[in-house]
């Protein structure tokens, strides 16, 4: 059974750090490309980042970009999420999705995790 878990969040002051873990189970992570989502309440869903199965290219939204970075580990099934400088604005539930096109479309997922909160807040 195709399975995602994420885990990692919580709550933190802003200018704090989490790293996120997205752990897969009855599939190669080798050949798919991972997405990073978030929804925040009353907001859409949002891409945030993604990292290509084939050469690990990776892509962030403007919003997070310089502070977040993903990385994969396939022999570990492993996807994560190092978030640093957080701010209130990041706080919502954080997804991870597996799909064959590295994309923020969150149409091209097919396989999504059950999410994780984060909460950024003094």
């Known amino acids: 059974q195709l399975q995602l878990v994420e885990s990692g969040g919580g709550l933190v002051q802003p200018g704090g750090s989490l790293r996120l873990s997205c752990a897969a189970s009855?599939?190669?992570?080798?050949?798919?490309?991972i997405g990073w989502f978030r929804q925040a309440p009353g907001k859409e869903r949002e891409g945030v980042s993604c990292?290509?199965?084939?050469?690990?290219?990776?892509y962030y939204v403007d919003s997070v970009k310089g502070r977040f970075t993903i990385s994969r580990d396939n022999a570990k099934k492993m996807v994560y999420l190092q978030m640093n400088s957080l701010k209130p604005e990041d706080t919502a539930v954080y997804y991870c999705?597996?799909?064959?096109?590295?994309?923020?479309?969150?149409?091209?997922?097919?396989?999504w995790g059950q999410g994780t909160q984060v909460t950024v807040s003094s």
């Open positions: 009855g599939f190669t992570l080798d050949y798919v490309a």
């Open positions: 990292i290509s199965s084939s050469d690990g290219r990776t």
């Open positions: 999705a597996a799909g064959d096109y590295a994309t923020i479309n969150a149409d091209s997922y097919a396989y």
